[in-house]
């Protein structure tokens, strides 16, 4: 099922234009080192958008992975100053999944756009993950939260 909504994505609707331009920008961004914080997570959209169905984007601190306090700090501060840019790009993403959910056939397409508006409108810290790894720590912070109480 996954591999017929890849091919969804990418032959009818050109999903894979979506993801290059994605990526491309992400790698604009990361060039330039001053935006490196979202050039990465946009490039990680981009990965995630080549291959949507079976991917998932989540935190790297979901992920319990080690940073550097300075560029954690760092990301912080770009994170605020992209916002309103993120927000424009999440109000697109909007109505772009409305329009998708008038057909039958643009509704998975739409839940691709839907899974990455968070991604949209806060790219930094994220990363592209296999599907599997994302209920996997969903299951693990189950077990945390129930061991708690």
């Known amino acids: 099922m996954r591999t017929l909504g890849n091919?969804?994505?990418?032959?009818?609707?050109?999903?894979?234009l979506n993801a290059i331009t994605v990526w491309l920008l992400g790698l604009l961004l990361t060039v330039t080192v001053v935006a490196a914080p979202i050039g990465l997570g946009l490039m990680e959209l981009g990965k995630f958008l080549f291959w949507p169905f079976g991917q998932t984007m989540v935190s790297k601190a979901d992920m319990n992975l080690e940073q550097n306090l300075v560029w954690k700090s760092y990301s912080t501060i770009?994170?605020?100053?992209?916002?309103?840019?993120?927000l424009i790009l999440a109000v697109v993403a909007i109505f772009q999944i409305v329009g998708l959910f008038i057909s039958i056939l643009g509704?998975?397409?739409?839940?691709?756009?839907?899974?990455?508006?968070?991604t949209f409108l806060n790219?930094?810290?994220?990363?592209?993950?296999?599907?599997?790894?994302a209920s996997e720590m969903e299951r693990r912070k189950a077990i945390d939260g129930a061991n708690l109480k």
């Open 7 to 16: 091919i969804l994505w990418h032959i009818p609707f050109l999903g894979f």
């Open 123 to 133: 790219p930094v810290n994220k990363i592209c993950v296999h599907s599997a790894v």
């Open 78 to 86: 770009v994170m605020v100053l992209y916002f309103p840019i993120g």
């Open 107 to 118: 509704i998975p397409v739409a839940l691709v756009v839907a899974k990455s508006l968070s």
